[in-house]
């Protein structure tokens, strides 16, 4: 099993910025990509950016490109997502995702919610 927490989430205003952190824990061998999702109520979960462990590889949404980075820690087991000039559109609850082994079991964290006010 893994195991993902994240934190970091909270109110601020239009043009700030955030850090979440997800720390992970239990089996973690095997773990091939990490990320981050974000989702509003009513609306389906979005892909927000993927990071491939081996070699680094990482892949944003378009909405996101060039405001967030995503970033890992490998002897902490963190992962991080700086959030830059955000906006309200922004608004979402983020949860951090681990994609693990050939059969790509995914985890998830409990989500920690992101308000950004206009």
């Known amino acids: 099993q893994v195991q993902l927490v994240d934190s970091g989430g909270g109110l601020v205003q239009s043009g700030g910025s955030l850090r979440l952190s997800c720390v992970s824990s239990?089996?973690?061998?095997?773990?091939?990509?990490m990320g981050w999702d974000r989702q509003v109520p009513g609306k389906q979960r979005e892909l927000v950016v993927s990071?491939?462990?081996?070699?680094?590889?990482?892949m944003y949404a378009d909405s996101v490109k060039g405001r967030f980075t995503v970033s890992r820690d490998g002897a902490k087991n963190t992962l991080y997502l700086q959030m830059n000039s955000l906006k309200p559109e922004d608004t979402a609850v983020y949860y951090c995702?681990?994609?693990?082994?050939?059969?790509?079991?995914?985890?998830w964290g409990q989500g920690t919610q992101v308000t950004v006010a206009s």
């Open positions: 995702n681990a994609v693990r082994g050939p059969a790509s079991i995914n985890y």
């Open positions: 239990g089996i973690a061998v095997g773990i091939t990509r």
């Open positions: 990071i491939v462990v081996i070699g680094g590889g990482t």
